[in-house]
């Protein structure tokens, strides 16, 4: 069952095109916590079964690979963190204790930097994030759809969004040289990231980026980025909105419902309201909402409406009790993203380099 | 968990200190929250502000009532923010309700739909407020009730809201034994005229309630008692004196401050201990007022609430559905008879 209604040819790849979801890690799959030292050494140190997967997001990846299995497609599911291969061993038994199939993991190599005196680039993901996006973009079929999928806690939208533009042949050499060079990326990595740039065939192939409101940051915040950036609070939210691109089957979403209600504690009703707050803001139709809430509400996972009195029925069907809802945001943003406010908003160092004419 | 319904419509800054103040609620607790109002605009305010959606609801409605609008007019805006959120309440749609809206309106529309709790004859609106602790054990908070819900009481209503005082504040407040008083022009039990004299008389009778008898106006920002009692009017003014009074002296103090050097400096050492003063006495801090002697809960928040205020309004009207606050009153009232 189709959520969206029936796809535009001339919008999206045909149907046999391989997706290629990509994922952050920390934040996005696991609960890790570095807020302090002592956190950082703990989420370094800890065993396999101790880490904690944020809930919903394994079903939600072998979702993803069965609903595109079940349509003829290939999903290939590939991992980029900015954590060091130090702790590559313990992820890929966490990834193996959750069953979540993948197809690629690479971890930044933090130990070079340090032994490079380049202690920006600990901190500074932007230019390690892009080329290894990229690298994988080129090694992947000429065809090739793409998902993203990142936290609100570092740049991932930003990140995401640069990579989106340049394989969609928005941002040229030069804007994208001056733009790394204002979020002070290293100058090795951002001669290299132009590099594979200019290798990249121009093909709008991402087709959404989703952020894991993590930090609950609010989601105004993302205007910014344009509709192919949408951030969610829960992966019941993220599921809701794969479903209408057609991405995931209305199986796999009540399997996710159902894995938050078992496993987190979620209710009918925090469910109920996290379908309202998509509608609300315009990432789902009420129709559309209204078609997956019957089978879950069969399902037992959403909560069954009041029953109204017949005057309130009467004049719903008039329209006076129905709100204005918003249109439903359209997948690709009409142009190139405005980085300079971006850049203005999330990053303070780049708006004082801005201030003082681009230098950093 | 309780659910609560706020009218976000209702309230000088509103709807953005609702909606901020339910933002910070569902993010910190597992209140639900049924915002109710104009689905667009509160919409437009959770989208700029940290929240968590899987703990707010929101009930759209069109119209709402003005904080200067006639009660008894606006009573028959039946789409109106505050009746909507009442009605939901009545309903069932949720245990309590929350409003920074016109106050009067406020209390006839409890009245409208919400029944009285058996053997109440009027409803109260007790205003809570901070004063000085003279007991161990005591709340930093007072209960003063009525405060405007009725604006002459009988003998038999005072007795009536001495128990309903004494119910929220054991619960409330946690104080095992509240000690409540008739608030009067002397501490004599002659004083006061025919009413206050015939509540006195059988508020001294009547058993479970610590009465420890009347109170004079310069008590009530004491610890003398935990809960006084008086008519509406004479509650009314009491408490606007009281607010009034901390607004004059800060503003006094502004502007001695504007005009003397010596002043300022000596305002800049004393800055942490009149911050902590004006923490203790922030309205804000304690989020509203309930409304007593129905079946079912309202909170009336002051109508300059901030998000803060709000937020704790919401608090206090969980933790009184969780504590089951009518049910309370209820049984104290059948004791009474």
Redesign the interface.
Known sequence: MRLGGPRKRTRSARPESPLVCRWDLDKTYLRSEFTTLRQLLRTAFERPEQKVDVPGVAELIRGLKAAAESRGQTALVYFVSASPPQIGKSIRAKLALDGVPYDGIVFKNQLEHLRRGKFRNLREHVGFKLVELLRGHLAAPADTRELCFGDDWESDSLIYSLYADILAGRLATAPLTALLMRIRVDPLLVAEVVELATRVPARDAVERIFINLE??????TFRLFGPRVVPT??YFQTAVVLAMMGRLRLADVTRIGAVLVERSG?TA??????L??LV??GLLTLSAAERLAAPLRAAGLLSHP?PRTRWRRMLGRLGR????R?EVRPSAPPGALDYDAILARVQPAARRAAATGGRP | MPTIAIDAMGGDHAPEEVVKGVAQVS?ATDI?CVLVG???RI?EQL????????????L??RDVIGMAENPREAMRRRDASLLVGTRAVA?D?ADAFVTAGNTGACILACAKYFPLIRGIRRAALASVYPRHIEYPGQDRFALLLDVGATVRCEAEELVHFAVMGAGYARRISKVASPRVALLNMGSEETKGGETLVAAHRRLRALGGINFVGNVEGNDLVRGRADVIVCEGLVGNIALKLIEGVSEVFTDLASVAAERRLTWRFGLRLLARGIERLRELTDYAQYGGSPILGFERLCIKCHGRSTAQAVANAVKVAAKAVRDRVPAEIAAAVTVVG
Do not use: K, M
């Not at chain 1, 930090?215 to 105004?220: G, L, S, V």
């Not at chain 1, 009790?321 to 204005?324: E, V, Y």
């Open positions: 930090r609950r940051t609010p989601p105004a609070f829960n979620y009703r925090r469910l109920d309201n996290s309202d707050d609300r803001r009041a009790w129905r709100p204005r918003p | 993010l639900e104009d689905e667009r919409q989208e700029g502000v940290s929240y968590n959606p899987e703990h707010i609801a929101i759209h409605c309903e749609r």
